[in-house]
């Protein structure tokens, strides 16, 4: 069982940037696609970007796309979310996961994602 770490999580004002990483143990996530998702308070959980497990593709929700971007360094087993132009309703806990299967492509579900990470707090103020 891999075990996800995320980091970065802070406050930031709108309009600002910041960046999640995601660092993964226990085994090498190189052939999972990670996924990254946030639960704001009183909301359900909901899909914010993906990636591939080369990187190759990736997969964004509609109300981030063009403002964020994610990636990943197999070398470290580390994924990551960099978050511009951020607006006080990206505030949320940010979680990311590795998906239940080897090699697919970008995915929004959260069923198909076995790992969880524990979250990150994003606070942007107006």
């Known amino acids: 069982q891999v075990q996800l770490v995320e980091s970065g999580g802070g406050l930031v004002q709108a309009g600002g940037s910041l960046g999640l990483s995601c660092a993964a143990s226990?085994?090498?996530?190189?052939?999972?696609?990670m996924a990254w998702f946030r639960q704001a308070p009183g909301k359900e959980r909901e899909f914010v970007a993906a990636?591939?497990?080369?990187?190759?593709?990736?997969l964004f929700a509609d109300s981030v796309k063009g403002r964020f971007t994610v990636s990943r360094d197999n070398a470290k087993n580390t994924g990551y979310l960099h978050m511009d132009s951020l607006k006080p309703e990206d505030t949320a806990v940010y979680y990311c996961?590795?998906?239940?299967?080897?090699?697919?492509?970008?995915?929004?579900?959260?069923?198909?994602?076995?790992?969880w990470g524990q979250g990150t707090q994003v606070t942007v103020s107006s």
């Open positions: 996961a590795t998906h239940r299967r080897p090699f697919t492509t970008p995915q929004a579900q959260q069923a198909d994602f076995a790992s």
């Open positions: 226990g085994r090498s996530i190189s052939n999972v696609a």
């Open positions: 990636i591939s497990w080369c990187g190759a593709r990736t």
